[in-house]
């Protein structure tokens, strides 16, 4: 769920060259705060819609602490099927990412919060680890998540856990501000995430970032059927607008 800093550093970047030649540049600062907020039209969570396919309001913000450590709060309204009634998800992250080589290594745990379930089981950890790495104009990474055993994720044979495995590919079209990406991802079950057997969701999309914002479309879609209880199908394929800023 965390986004990424690219406008921000952008505009830090235009900033630093209109400063007169002659200043001294300041001293980077050992903490960084940085957030984001976006509209998106549907909320897909690995391919399966979590408003009925309807519009989303997100964001989030993220402390950056110059040895790699970071710690997130990202949010997004979602529709009543997903945790017993609420209508609010809050992701609580804190990780620690730093560069070997040309690899990128990120690790941490993630705890969703849903706080208008009315005490539910609904509420969860999960951990994960990426590796990702820039070949030319394009990056790719390689993650997984793994969320224990727990009871928010039964679908009736007690406490069940899950795993995620995902590769993702992206890269800029030079200095125009498009970006492509593509998403290959797994979930193994059975739990609450995969609502009984493991399937897998892929998307394509497409961004257009100017200043701090970016706009993007994507094309999401899933091998599995699941209906949602007003009768649409939330893993079906569907295209997916998104306008952000990041600030």
């Known amino acids: 769920m965390r986004t990424s800093i690219i406008g921000l550093s952008a505009t830090l970047f235009a900033a630093c060259m209109a400063t007169p030649a002659l200043a001294q540049e300041e001293p980077a600062k050992p903490i960084t705060v940085s957030g984001n907020a976006t509209v998106v039209s549907d909320y897909r969570f690995r391919g399966i819609s979590q408003t009925d396919k309807r519009f989303a309001l997100q964001g989030g913000i993220t402390v950056t602490h110059e040895s790699g450590l970071y710690a997130s ?17 809050l992701d609580l992250i804190a990780g620690y990412s730093t ?12 705890y969703y919060y849903y706080p208008g379930s009315g005490g539910a089981n609904t509420d969860f950890f999960e951990p ?42 992206s890269g800029g079209i030079g200095d125009s501000g498009f970006g492509l990406s593509a998403h290959l991802g797994h979930s193994f079950g059975p739990s609450y995430l ?36 007003s009768g649409r199908n939330i893993s079906k394929a569907g295209v997916v607008f998104s306008v952000g800023a990041a600030f």
């Open 128 to 169: 994960y680890a990426s590796v990702k790495g820039t070949f030319g104009p394009a990056t790719a990474k390689v993650s997984a998540a793994y969320a224990p055993k727990a009871n928010a994720l039964s679908i009736g044979n007690g406490k069940e856990d899950n795993l995620y495995t995902a590769l993702d590919l």
């Open 194 to 229: 995969t609502i009984g057997d493991e399937y897998t969701d892929w998307s394509l999309g497409a961004t257009y970032t100017t200043g701090p914002v970016t706009f993007g479309l994507s094309y999401v879609d899933t091998d599995k059927s699941l209906y949602s209880p």
């Open 99 to 110: 560069t070997v080589g040309a690899a990128t290594i990120d690790v941490g745990v993630l």
């Open 73 to 89: 709060v990202w949010g997004s309204s979602i529709d009543d099927y997903v945790a017993a009634g609420g209508d609010q998800e």
